[in-house]
């Protein structure tokens, strides 16, 4: 890093952010946000050449089991034990307007 964060930049950045922030205030921010950027500057000085880039750091394969066509419940049967049918459909009272 060329230098190290100042108060006058944080105060720029709090303007340009539009913030109103107090001299206390600019005072911490300078020192957290000083203390990250040395973290990432530390961070970037690693070598990573040998690493491949990931999405993740953990492997990770697909979860879902493949589609296999199994039999299901018998339509008549299902709709037989329905409270009310229509056109080989469950009929179902309107969400707006029909009482049940």
């Known amino acids: ?3 190290r964060l100042t ?3 944080v105060a720029h950045v709090a303007y340009l952010a539009r913030l ?3 001299d206390d205030e600019i005072e911490l ?3 957290q946000l000083a203390a ?6 530390d961070v970037a000085a690693l070598d990573t050449s040998g690493v491949p880039p990931t999405a993740h750091p953990l492997p990770i394969s697909n979860v879902l089991r493949d589609d296999v066509v199994t039999p299901s ?3 008549d049967e299902v709709l037989a034990q329905a409270p009310a049918v229509e056109d080989q459909r469950f009929r179902v009272p309107r969400i ?3 009482a049940p």
Do not use: K, N
């Open 20 to 22: 109103d922030i107090t």
């Open 1 to 3: 890093m060329p230098e």
């Open 36 to 41: 990250v950027l040395d973290h990432a500057a």
């Open 96 to 98: 707006l307007g029909e």
């Open 29 to 31: 921010y300078t020192e």
């Open 73 to 75: 419940l018998d339509r």
């Open 7 to 9: 108060r006058e930049d």
